[in-house]
């Protein structure tokens, strides 16, 4: 199994960035597609953004297209996403997900392991 650590969430203003990281632990994520996804109140947990394995191929929800970018470093064993032009709905607990499966995916059932997720609160 693979565990996984969010971190990098924190009260920002709107039009400014952040970067999330994603650590995990217990297994190479090399093995993994990996993914981000979001929580608000209220709200189902929805896709963000995903990469393959190599990280050759990126996929990202049309509300995030030219804002954020999903990364990541097998060697650190470590995602990230970088959020720019932060909006005030971008508000939400973000979640890391590894999918073992060949198939970029973008649909929550397809992830095999969570994160427990880190706060990100937007400032209008």
């Known amino acids: 199994q693979v565990q996984l650590v969010e971190s990098g969430g924190r009260l920002v203003q709107a039009g400014g960035s952040l970067r999330l990281s994603c650590a995990a632990s217990g297994r190479t994520i090399s093995i993994y597609n990996m993914g981000w996804f979001r929580q608000a109140p209220g709200e189902e947990r929805e896709f963000v953004a995903s990469?393959?394995?190599?990280?050759?191929?990126?996929y990202y929800a049309d509300f995030v297209k030219g804002r954020f970018t999903i990364s990541r470093d097998n060697a650190k064993n470590t995602v990230y996403l970088q959020m720019n032009s932060l909006k005030a709905e971008d508000t939400a607990v973000y979640y890391c997900?590894?999918?073992?499966?060949?198939?970029?995916?973008?649909?929550?059932?397809?992830?095999?392991?969570w994160g427990q997720g880190t706060q990100v609160t937007v400032s209008s």
């Open positions: 990469i393959s394995r190599s990280g050759g191929y990126t």
């Open positions: 997900a590894a999918d073992s499966r060949v198939r970029l995916g973008e649909q929550k059932n397809e992830y095999d392991y």
